[in-house]
């Protein structure tokens, strides 16, 4: 158990809907990471968020946005879902903002887009 | 961020050592070799990470070569629960990247009774 928690651990919508991801970093993290992890493009940086501030963006669509709240979780937003959207979305959080802490990863939110 | 090569599949016996190569010819002076492994579909796990000197800990040896352009992970005595892929990634330290890790393809590697 790495300590970081997500929610839902399975989702299953319809095309064009939006749905929200939360994410509960290690108690004392400050540093949050979302990552995809889909057959054809396997495991992608999404965003990083650090105290609440936005740090780091890899290829996140403009239909997804994250946040970081005054307690440290995260949401990612997904909004006009497509079927390609389908993948495992995970969360890791890490001490610092430094790239050389070790990120913990949770179990995951498995998406299905129908 | 340096990219890099691993070879797609590798199998041990158990109780045998697991070398696990990666090739980053092109890592710059301040990245860091980092080890991380997904086991079926959960998260990945943190291995080991080094800079220059090889490292060891409770799970594993990394060997990183004088030029630094490869590296090499040891699970000293694999079991059947180290079967995973296996990613070595190349993490540029501060600046921009502020720890965002670019996954390649990774190494399966399946361990055998």
């Known amino acids: 158990d790495s300590g970081v928690t997500q929610t839902p651990k399975h989702l299953i919508t319809a095309t064009g809907q939006r749905v929200t991801l939360r994410c509960s970093p290690r108690?004392?993290?400050?540093?949050v990471y979302w990552y995809q992890q889909s057959l054809d493009q396997g495991l992608q940086f999404l965003i990083q968020y650090y105290n609440g501030e936005e740090r780091a963006k890899g290829n996140i669509l403009e239909r997804f946005s994250a946040q970081q709240f005054p307690d440290l979780h995260s949401e990612l937003n997904l909004s006009s879902l497509e079927l390609g959207d389908s993948a495992l979305y995970f969360c890791?959080?890490?001490?610092?903002?430094?790239?050389?802490?070790?990120?913990?990863f949770g179990p995951g939110t498995r998406l299905t887009v129908l | 961020d340096a990219k890099t090569t691993q070879p797609p599949s590798m199998d041990c016996a158990e109780g045998r050592a697991a070398n696990l190569p990666c090739n980053h010819s092109?890592?710059?002076?301040?990245?860091?070799v980092y080890w991380y492994r997904q086991i079926h579909s959960q998260g990945p796990q943190y291995i080991i990470h080094g800079l220059k000197n090889n490292e060891t800990n409770e799970m594993a040896s990394l060997i990183i070569t004088e030029d630094r352009k490869s590296s090499t992970l040891i699970l000293p005595h694999a079991t059947l629960r180290d079967t995973a892929v296996y990613y070595c990634?190349?993490?540029?330290?501060?600046?921009?990247?502020?720890?965002?890790?670019?996954f390649g393809q990774g190494t399966i590697l399946t361990v055998h009774p």
């Open positions: 890791a959080s890490s001490p610092r903002l430094t790239s050389t802490d070790t990120q913990y």
């Open positions: 092109t890592i710059s002076g301040n990245e860091y």
């Open positions: 990634i190349v993490s540029l330290a501060g600046g921009t990247s502020y720890g965002k890790l670019t």
């Open positions: 108690s004392g993290d400050l540093s």
